[in-house]
């Protein structure tokens, strides 16, 4: 199950990824665009930012950035910053069957987060967004 903090974490990254080179969104401006309450988004955005993925800078033009490309931050690095390891494999000896399964799980979900980058969703997202947009033309 994804939690809200993790979902939530996704979408701020996402909104700072879609202003990579602009100046920095603030808190309230990523809150209202991405619908996150905006006291629960300060905590994940210090989450974003001790894991050193996001930046914040002070004063009237201030407020938060990625430090990195969209094209190198990748999904599993905000998952980790905001939930800790994902999946943990049980160790218990009565789960002794089970473990190769929950191994191989554990690898293909990492192995899918980690392979996909902002970049990508910021291209999925534009794909969406042109193929909703109606044609009118006769």
């Known amino acids: 199950m994804i939690s809200k ?12 990824s879609r202003n990579t080179g ?7 401006q990523i809150a209202e665009s991405e619908g996150i309450p905006a006291r629960f988004l300060e905590a994940i ?15 009237k033009e201030g ?10 931050l990748s999904v599993g690095q905000v ?8 999946l943990d494999v049980p160790t218990e000896a009565a789960d ?16 899918l ?3 996909l980058t902002f970049q990508q969703l910021l291209s999925r997202e534009d794909t ?6 109606s044609d009118y033309s006769i």
Request: with cysteine; charged share 25%; aromatic share 6%.
């Open 5 to 16: 903090k993790c979902s939530y974490a996704l979408r701020a990254v996402l909104a700072l």
């Open 22 to 28: 602009g100046k920095p969104l603030t808190i309230h």
């Open 45 to 59: 955005l210090r989450d974003l930012k001790q894991s050193g993925l996001t930046e914040s800078l002070r004063g």
């Open 63 to 72: 407020g938060y950035r990625l430090l990195g490309s969209p094209r190198e």
């Open 79 to 86: 998952i980790r910053a905001v939930e800790g390891p994902w």
């Open 96 to 111: 002794e069957v089970f473990s190769p399964m929950w191994e191989e799980l554990q690898n293909n979900v990492n192995e």
């Open 113 to 115: 987060v980690d392979s």
């Open 128 to 133: 969406l967004r042109r193929s909703a947009v």
